[in-house]
């Protein structure tokens, strides 16, 4: 293959590697939103993936973030950081980030929150609940890549239809 070959070949890949990774993001999204419709309506978290032949690919799995700590009150928590843990308060009167980040790693996730030793709530603080899954795991099953690309192979994927270019039908 020579030069002017290979630079053809490189800006068709890059065509398709853009078209690819857009369609991508956009059927991601699609999904997303589709994962999180059936988890309200019928309690679904996870989902098997098959190829037209019902032979298993890859399993999604919605991934629920946790509720955090947050500081609801910066005045009242420093108030009682400077009571409880004075050697945790920089001389601006701000709890130290890095001790903050650890203590909360410390806290349950359900409130009031309280201080795990003392059993004493803890002003100022409260808890978010949870935000709405951002993303969903995607998991081959074993095999799950090379049955693809056998499908891909024998025709049994139609990549001209599960990918067409400008949004248009094949």
């Given at each position: 293959?020579?030069?002017?070959?290979?630079?053809?070949?490189?800006?068709?890949?890059?065509?398709?590697?853009?078209?690819?990774?857009?369609?991508?993001?956009?059927?991601?999204?699609a999904v997303l939103h589709g994962l999180r419709a059936a988890r309200a309506e019928l309690a679904l978290k996870s989902m098997r993936v098959t190829l037209p032949d019902d032979t298993p690919i890859a399993t999604l799995?919605?991934?629920?973030?946790?509720?955090?700590?947050?500081?609801?009150?910066?005045?009242?928590?420093?108030?009682?950081?400077?009571?409880?843990?004075?050697?945790?308060?920089?001389?601006?009167?701000?709890?130290?980030?890095?001790?903050?980040?650890?203590?909360?790693?410390?806290?349950?996730?359900?409130?009031?929150?309280?201080?795990?030793?003392?059993?004493?709530?803890?002003?100022?603080?409260?808890?978010?609940?949870?935000?709405?899954?951002?993303?969903?795991?995607?998991?081959?099953?074993?095999?799950?890549?090379?049955?693809?690309?056998?499908?891909?192979?024998?025709?049994?994927?139609?990549?001209?239809?599960?990918?067409?270019?400008?949004?248009?039908?094949?």
């Amino acid at each position: 293959m020579n030069l002017r070959d290979r630079a053809t070949r490189v800006v068709v890949l890059r065509v398709l590697r853009d078209a690819v990774e857009a369609e991508y993001r956009a059927e991601r999204r699609a999904v997303l939103h589709g994962l999180r419709a059936a988890r309200a309506e019928l309690a679904l978290k996870s989902m098997r993936v098959t190829l037209p032949d019902d032979t298993p690919i890859a399993t999604l799995t919605l991934i629920d973030p946790q509720p955090t700590v947050v500081v609801a009150d910066e005045n009242a928590f420093t108030a009682w950081v400077a009571a409880n843990h004075p050697g945790e308060v920089e001389t601006l009167v701000q709890v130290r980030p890095a001790w903050k980040r650890e203590f909360f790693g410390r806290l349950a996730c359900f409130g009031p929150v309280a201080d795990p030793h003392t059993g004493e709530v803890i002003p100022g603080l409260a808890v978010a609940p949870a935000p709405e899954p951002r993303s969903f795991s995607l998991r081959p099953v074993p095999g799950g890549a090379e049955r693809v690309a056998r499908a891909w192979d024998t025709g049994e994927i139609d990549l001209r239809r599960l990918l067409a270019l400008g949004g248009g039908e094949t």
